[in-house]
């Protein structure tokens, strides 16, 4: 979901007991395209140059990480709240931006608007 728009091609992957702002997740839609090339300031389009080779399952093992917490929503627009959360992944001494919607009136279904490394952590 970028802002209320439904991309043209969307992974959608069932998952088993991911509670996320007291709400039990079954099921994760993923707009690869956005993950994997970002979209341009300027243009609004996704770039041309790809800047993550991720897959469907590594988007999800990251949303996994998000169980059992409550995060404060980002924006509102259309009927979607809109979440930013950044996760530290200290095995790889990086941090990610996980950007991610809930259409208010499918609570159960978590859409992955981008992901991204911001950079290395300090030791």
């Known amino acids: 979901m970028l802002m209320g728009k439904e991309p043209k091609h969307v992974e959608r992957v069932k998952v088993r007991r991911i ?5 039990l997740i079954n099921e994760i839609h993923i707009d690869l395209e956005h993950v994997n090339y970002g979209v341009s300031k300027k243009t609004g389009k996704l770039n041309t140059k790809r800047r993550s080779n991720f897959k469907a399952n590594d988007v999800v093992e990251f949303v996994k990480r ?8 980002a924006d509102d627009v259309d009927g979607y709240l809109y979440y930013e959360v950044l996760l530290p992944i200290w095995e790889e001494k ?3 931006r996980l950007v ?13 608007v981008t ?3 911001i950079g290395r952590m300090k030791d």
């Open 94 to 96: 990086r941090e990610y």
């Open 100 to 112: 991610f919607c809930v259409e208010k009136t499918k609570p159960n279904i978590i859409c992955v």
């Open 66 to 73: 998000l169980d059992r917490n409550s995060y404060t929503q």
């Open 19 to 23: 509670i996320v702002n007291h709400c």
């Open 115 to 117: 992901l991204y490394c």
